[in-house]
């Protein structure tokens, strides 16, 4: 009979005992950015060893403490058959190390990147900063990453199962080398695109993010339409998907609405970091001693939240039920999960509010989902997408 190992404990009481502490405050030992690479170089041995006899078993018992299973959540989107609705967002596992163990922590699908063609080292530091109180970052990265090549050598060493026999979905999220002139980022993603199609479920066209210089013009209708039909040409190219911004006028988000349906796209992912500050324009960050009205960056978490259901709402409305939605941004408990898919999301994405709930946020995410769903006597969560059906408050 196999044994666990003697010293499990659950993943969200370690995470809570080790990383609680450092989460409550904006800054510490270890910065918030240091903290992310130390635990992605971790988790990148241990998806590189997994098959190993004691890795196995350290990942079948975080599996089991994580994962959670039900036909009524499950639902092929784009094509792609998700076992859950909910995935870890870009941004997070930027050079896809980690990618053979996404699955472990419960996530239905993950996205990596935003990876660029070209290796970059991204924005000066420091870059990424917590605001502990309200529970959201302000990030400045620039598409710090190894580069396409790069990620493609990671991938390969990771020796991930074809897509069909994927435990989860994969999806890569491309952007814009820093250098390389607006009018030729077609070229630069799609040779970014031959290299990773291979690996990649879905794809993400990242036009939106704020801190790469002149990224967000690619927004605009006829950049859009050139980008879309240059990687469209792309042999083998998988579902394309557009991730767009949070800052943009309902006039605009009608119009990237109509763009999608009438260039087929895949889907859209709403949203990114936002230029926006929701009222916290005077709060201060105390590693620079400025106020975030005056650092650059995007802002994410929960101060985000409110916009990110409107924009999916009003795609909802602009372009119906036949182009699926994935949201993103805010998305730090139950409830908040179930009125996103219920403003229009197929599909949801965390991060921010995974990096300060801990590993519980999945679980306890799914688990809410299947009681809305039987309090509202869905069969499938798909009946709920775009439904308006209200947060039903659980019996204590």
């Known amino acids: 009979m196999d044994e666990s190992p003697a010293d499990f404990q659950s993943t969200g009481s370690l995470y809570r005992r080790w990383l609680g502490p450092l989460l409550e405050k904006d800054a510490g030992v ?205 042999d083998y190219c998988p579902p394309l998907l557009v991730k767009i911004a949070p800052d943009l006028d309902n006039e605009q988000i009608d119009e990237l609405g109509n763009l999608a349906k009438e260039e087929g796209l895949s889907g859209l992912i709403a949203v990114n970091t936002s230029l926006n500050r929701f009222g916290l324009d005077k709060r201060v960050l105390l590693q620079t001693g400025r106020t975030l009205g005056e650092e650059a960056g995007g802002l994410s978490g929960a101060p985000l939240a409110n916009r990110a259901s409107e924009v999916i709402r009003r795609l909802r409305r602009t372009t119906g039920s036949s182009l699926p939605l994935i949201g993103v941004g805010g998305i730090d408990s139950p409830k908040v999960a179930w009125e996103r898919i219920t403003a229009g999301a197929s599909l949801i994405q965390v991060y921010t509010g995974w990096i300060f709930q801990g590993p519980d946020l999945v679980p306890n995410i799914l688990e809410g989902i299947l009681q809305q769903l039987q309090k509202h006597g869905c069969s499938n969560i798909s009946e709920a997408v775009g439904s308006e059906l209200p947060w039903q408050q659980l019996e204590s």
């Open 30 to 234: 270890v910065d918030a950015e240091q903290l992310t690479q130390a635990a992605l170089g971790a988790l990148g041995e241990v998806s590189r060893r997994r098959n190993w006899p004691l890795i196995a078993r350290l990942l079948s018992e975080v599996a089991r403490d994580l994962q959670r299973f039900d036909l009524s959540l499950e639902q092929t989107v784009f094509g792609c058959r998700f076992p859950n609705p909910l995935g870890l967002a870009a941004g997070f596992d930027k050079n896809g190390v980690a990618t053979g163990v996404w699955d472990r922590f419960g996530f239905g699908f993950v996205e990596i990147g935003t990876v660029t063609f070209k290796p970059q080292k991204g924005n000066s530091r420091p870059r990424l900063f917590r605001l502990a109180a309200e529970k959201a970052a302000l990030n400045r990265m620039g598409f710090n990453n190894n580069g396409a090549d790069a990620m493609c050598r990671t991938l390969n060493r990771q020796e991930l199962l074809s897509g069909s026999k994927r435990p989860l979905v994969v999806g890569i999220n491309f952007g814009k080398s820093r250098d390389t002139p607006l009018e030729k980022a077609s070229d630069d993603y799609a040779a970014s695109l031959e290299l990773l199609a291979p690996f990649a479920d879905y794809v993400v066209i990242n036009v939106s993010s704020p801190n790469t210089p002149g990224l967000r013009d690619l927004q605009e209708s006829s950049q859009l339409r050139h980008l879309v039909s240059r990687l469209r040409c792309i």
